[in-house]
Structure formats: C-alpha cells, structure tokens
C-alpha cells in the first residue's frame, strides 16, 4: 500500500506543474508588440457565449502539442459539434471536438 502511494507522488507532481505552467503569463516578443487581455486579441472575432470557454479551448490546443498564445477567433463549427478556434493573430487555426468523451486539438 504504501508503495503504491509513493508512485502516485510523480505524478501528481507533474501535474501540480502542468497547471502551474498553464496560468503562467506569456511573454511578448518585442518585436511583435500586441495589446492582449486575458489572451484575446484587440478586435478579436469571438461568438460571446464562447467567451467563458476559451482558458478551456487554449488548454485542450495547448494539451496537444500546439501554440496558442492569444486568441484572434472563436466560432461553433459549421459541421460537427466542435470549434473552430483562431490563435496568434490568426497564423494558427484549430478543430476543437469531442471525440468519444475526450477533447481534441488538430491543426487545420
């Protein structure tokens, strides 16, 4: 028993860290100044009910692999029951679903 408590101990550490590093500010570079609050660009396109689900869809983007700094756009998708989600003045744009229960990112 205590055995298995200890090899618990990894990895809730790994993930004390993760959601650490999740809600630590990101740097800005200062050749590319941009005025971002709360990680949504100025005059970023967002549907509002989707507002309260962005630190949700960042994560999940973030989760995969991939780079989303600020958001420049958030819309239901046209077909599925994803979104389409714009980051980094839209250089990157992502399908955010659920597939079987679990919450995928894949670039488009």
């Known amino acids: 028993m205590k055995t298995r408590k200890l090899e618990l101990i990894p990895g809730l550490l790994i993930a004390g860290i993760v959601v650490a590093l999740a809600y630590q500010p990101v740097s800005q570079s200062p050749l590319k ?18 507002k309260p689900a962005l630190d949700a869809f960042k994560f999940t983007i973030w989760r995969y692999g991939y780079k989303c700094d600020s958001v420049s ?36």
């Open 33 to 50: 100044p941009i005025r971002v609050e709360h990680g949504i660009e100025e005059g970023a396109s967002i549907d509002s009910d989707l």
């Open 73 to 108: 756009g958030a819309r239901r998708a046209i077909i599925g029951d994803g979104f389409v989600i714009s980051c980094n003045h839209n250089s990157y744009s992502y399908d955010v679903e659920d597939r079987g229960g679990t919450w995928t990112a894949t670039l488009r």
